[in-house]
């Protein structure tokens, strides 16, 4: 079963001095680090299809989604195979932008 979240998750990712690439998400509290663009975007995808499940497994989705004003199509039973069709928001990030997204 794919659960549509109803949401547009947004993404701040900046190219490092090093030439890989990080992402934060502040929403999820989550950042992610990558070689390169698209395996930060695969990278993301799984985060995300990963976090979901958890919460749904855990019984804590629905309450998840209302705190941050987000919706979803019908939620499966706990225990039910479902992956998440998730709308991501990706954005460069500014140099003052990344001083503070990295340093919370």
Do not use: H
Not at 11 to 40: F, H, M
Request: charged content about 30%.
């Amino acid at each position: 079963m794919i659960v549509e979240i109803k949401a547009s998750v947004p993404w701040l990712y900046k190219r490092t001095k090093a030439g890989n690439y990080i992402a934060v998400c502040e929403p999820l509290a989550q950042t992610l680090q990558a070689d390169s663009y698209d395996e930060l975007i695969g990278c993301i995808q799984e985060a995300l299809d990963s976090t979901f499940r958890e919460l749904l497994k855990s019984g804590d989705l629905e309450t998840f989604l209302k705190e941050r004003g987000w919706k979803s199509s019908a939620l499966p039973a706990r225990r039910a195979r479902a992956s998440f069709d998730v709308p991501l928001k990706i954005e460069r990030m500014s140099s003052r932008d990344s001083q503070v997204a990295l340093c919370q």
